[in-house]
């Protein structure tokens, strides 16, 4: 019967009176799909992969020369790209851990059967569907040292937010937690409501405490969930560009697509930049495959 | 019938449409620049032309910070986006070698522009390269770096009487560098929000190398020698070494979150009372003699950059020249355009408006220079100008310079001499990768 239903058209539908057979209508969906992908990230894909191995300059009308792979090798021997990568690090794993934290902590409150609850989601995921570029440069105005109602209100004085090397790149994360976590707190929420109650209803009958079945039932059944939160949230960490760029222009806040649209538009060192992409292509790749494997461990438990 | 009527109806509006297009672009020109005040002025002053001509011009503009990545990607792409750019001095070598500029030699010998324009505006804003006789800009926007301070703190009696006793000298414009940094030292008094100065050091294009340019070509030093791409012995020099230290200890004298300070912010320390002094262009100047823009106007002073400790005094140039974009569709246009531009009586609307004329003529006169408080200073400075390297590759040696120079100003790592000595290996490198300085 199933058969049946997937090879045949219902002959009153608009397509069987159209004459399209099931293989034209999957074409019409599909293939524009494919040429799409094809065009507009397979084929730069691949033609940037082979720019990669040229010293070709976008600015320049010299013709492009086979370089092998002197690009890949001077990158990682350059110290300031390794700078760059240890400032992504430790970016991705300060923003990634604050709101974790703060999302799952906020999920965790509104969990409960409290006044308001929907209006307080919907107010709560305000920050994550502003812009980038507003959000770095309102906040710009918050950690300013001399009018900054950050330091206004915490009586900081005329603590210096973004000018402070040291202190930079913790106030572009904060920036980028208090943009995030909602997105983490929306995906916590959809796992707890999704754990069952009997398991809290057994629990408080054999009077295991909070603290008890927060580990052994609420964390282990939400974690597949949190895992994809933590795997979007590291992407795109890895990649920010424009809260670090609008924020602040200390070498401590160079993170890796800073240096890399420098590379690419600034000095236009096409060739090399698309070698540094690759670079940092393979690693977001290897450690989201980290992740994913974790995932499907998590997922078996 | 029906389907036949909408068909012919639709190709005659797209004739039309394609008609009108091909109609206004003949009669539009549009000019690129950065977006700041001589933008706005320079919007004025076509508008002239418009109703000389019929041609409507337009100056399109950019925030500063984005100016250069989005001027090169239209050139790189080839588009007809923009008819003429009013590029900064040091794109010369990249956008006349990559073929973006159309070459302008004729047109400048013909009107004999190389006697016309100031001689430092025609050797840094139009000839590349350097003493070839050939040129690819009408210099356009002359500028270079100046100083604005606060008369009324520094004509105050009682800081005049702390200021002698402390340092032995009277108060007032700074003859050197040493009493620039002695002045910025005395008032910087953080407890009354009081600071000494403001310096630019914002590294995200050439804000923080035009400042330490200050530095380094007043205390005698260069960034190298442009003919021969030799760095070794002139970028780590003994003066530039002084320079920078210098320059790193007027920063411990700027207001807090100084870090990324460039002409809004340096204009801002005279106008919020945050500084005694503040380096910026001459460009932004217009806007700190009015009172609209500044409740200081009437207690704001100028002085051009003082001399280092041997005498020498030059200032960093800024300013632009005029090109015509080789992928324009409207380069003879354009060519008119220009011809109206540099007529003796343009130029001179030009400086009214506000623009920083680089005819010579004009220049000279008394009409120009008494205009404002701040002419005199920049007619004299624009003879003691010097520039950054103009070659294709100059992004990548300023970027290479805000990476050394930066964290050692603003985060105090290293020292002077490390820094440059840095440089000067990242310099030759880049030289080298791009075959440089052999002959």
Redesign the interface.
């Known amino acids: 019967m199933a058969t049946t239903m997937i090879t045949t058209l219902d002959r009153s539908s608009r397509s069987a009176a159209r004459g399209m057979s099931d293989l034209t209508i999957r074409n019409l969906f599909i293939i524009p799909t494919i040429v799409f992908l094809i065009v507009f990230n397979i084929f730069p894909l691949l033609y940037s992969l082979g720019y990669s191995f040229t010293d070709f300059r976008a600015s320049s009308p010299a013709a492009a020369n086979f370089v092998g792979l002197q690009n890949y090798r001077e990158l990682l021997n350059d110290p300031f790209i390794w700078s760059n990568f240890a400032i992504t690090a430790k970016y991705v794993i300060v923003s990634v851990v604050g709101q974790v934290v703060v999302g799952f902590g906020v999920a965790l409150l509104l969990n409960r059967d409290i006044p308001l609850k929907g209006l307080l989601t919907t107010l709560l995921l305000l920050p994550m569907m502003l812009s980038m570029a507003v959000v770095g440069l309102f906040w710009k105005l918050l950690y300013d040292p001399s009018f900054g109602i950050i330091n206004y209100t915490l009586g900081l004085g005329s603590f210096e937010w973004l000018s402070n090397p040291d202190m930079a790149l913790y106030a572009v994360a904060i920036t980028d937690i208090w943009m995030w976590s909602p997105f983490v707190m929306l995906l916590s929420l959809a796992g707890l409501s999704a754990v069952p109650k009997h398991l809290y209803e057994a629990a408080a009958i054999d009077r295991a405490g909070s603290f008890y079945t927060f580990f052994r039932i609420t964390l282990p059944l939400v974690a597949p969930i949190l895992m994809i939160a933590i795997i979007f949230r590291t992407m795109e960490a890895f990649k920010t560009f424009d809260l670090a760029y609008i924020l602040t222009s200390q070498p401590t806040t160079e993170v890796i697509s800073i240096r890399l649209y420098k590379m690419a538009f600034q000095e236009w060192q096409t060739g090399r930049s698309c070698a540094l992409a690759y670079i940092v292509l393979i690693m977001i790749l290897a450690i989201t495959n980290i992740y994913v494997k974790y995932l499907n461990k998590v997922k078996e438990r | 019938m029906r389907k036949t009527m909408t068909s012919m109806l639709a190709g005659i509006g797209l004739v039309l449409a394609c008609g009108t297009s091909v109609y206004a672009q003949d009669k539009e020109l549009t000019i690129f620049w950065a977006e700041w005040d001589p933008a706005n002025y320079l919007q004025e002053l076509v508008n002239l032309y418009e109703a000389e001509s019929g041609v409507k011009v337009t100056v399109e503009t950019t925030p500063w910070s984005d100016f250069?990545?989005k001027a090169?990607?239209e050139?790189?792409a080839k588009g007809s986006a923009y008819d003429m750019v009013v590029g900064d001095s040091q794109w010369i070598g990249?956008a006349s070698?990559?073929?973006h500029y159309v070459d302008l030699t004729d047109f400048f010998n013909k009107h004999n522009l190389k006697e016309v324009m100031a001689p430092a505006t025609v050797k840094y804003y139009a000839e590349y390269p350097s003493n070839s006789g050939k040129y690819w800009s009408i210099p356009a926007e002359g500028d270079a770096v100046g100083w604005s301070y606060r008369k009324d703190w520094f004509e105050d009696p009682k800081e005049m009487e702390a200021f002698k006793a402390k340092y032995g000298y009277d108060l007032g414009v700074p003859k050197d560098w040493k009493q620039l940094r002695d002045i910025a030292e005395f008032f910087h008094r953080?407890d009354e929000?009081r600071y000494g100065v403001a310096i630019y050091t914002?590294?995200?294009y050439d804000a923080l190398v035009m400042g330490v340019e200050n530095a380094i070509f007043s205390f005698g030093g260069e960034l190298g020698d442009y003919a021969t791409y030799k760095v070794d012995g002139i970028i780590n020099s003994e003066q530039n070494v002084k320079a920078l230290e210098a320059y790193k200890e007027l920063y411990s004298f700027t207001?807090?979150?100084?870090?990324?300070a460039f002409f809004i912010e340096d204009n801002q320390a005279i106008t919020e009372n945050l500084a005694a002094m503040s380096m910026n262009y001459f460009a932004f100047f217009p806007a700190l003699i009015n009172e609209a823009s500044n409740p200081n106007a009437k207690v704001t002073g100028f002085f051009a950059n003082p001399p280092g400790p041997n005498g020498d005094q030059f200032a960093a140039l800024g300013g632009q020249g005029i090109s015509v974009i080789s992928y324009s569709q409207n380069q003879e246009e354009a060519m008119k355009f220009l011809e109206w531009f540099i007529k003796d009586e343009t130029q001179k609307k030009w400086a009214e408006l506000g623009g920083y004329t680089a005819s010579a003529k004009v220049l000279e006169s008394p009409e120009f220079q008494n205009a404002t408080p701040y002419n005199k200073a920049f007619y004299e400075t624009m003879f003691k100008v010097k520039d950054f390297w103009a070659t294709?590759?100059y992004?990548?040696l300023l970027?290479q310079m805000n990476?050394r120079v930066?964290?050692y100003i603003?985060?105090n790592q290293g020292t002077a001499k490390e820094v440059l000595d840095a440089l000067a290996a990242d310099w030759n490198a880049t030289f080298k990768k791009y075959g440089r300085g052999k002959s």
Do not use: L, M, R
């Open positions: 250069q990545t090169f990607t050139f790189n990249a070698e990559a073929g953080p929000k914002d590294n995200s207001p807090p979150g100084w870090a990324k294709p590759e992004a990548e970027i990476q930066y964290p603003t985060g």
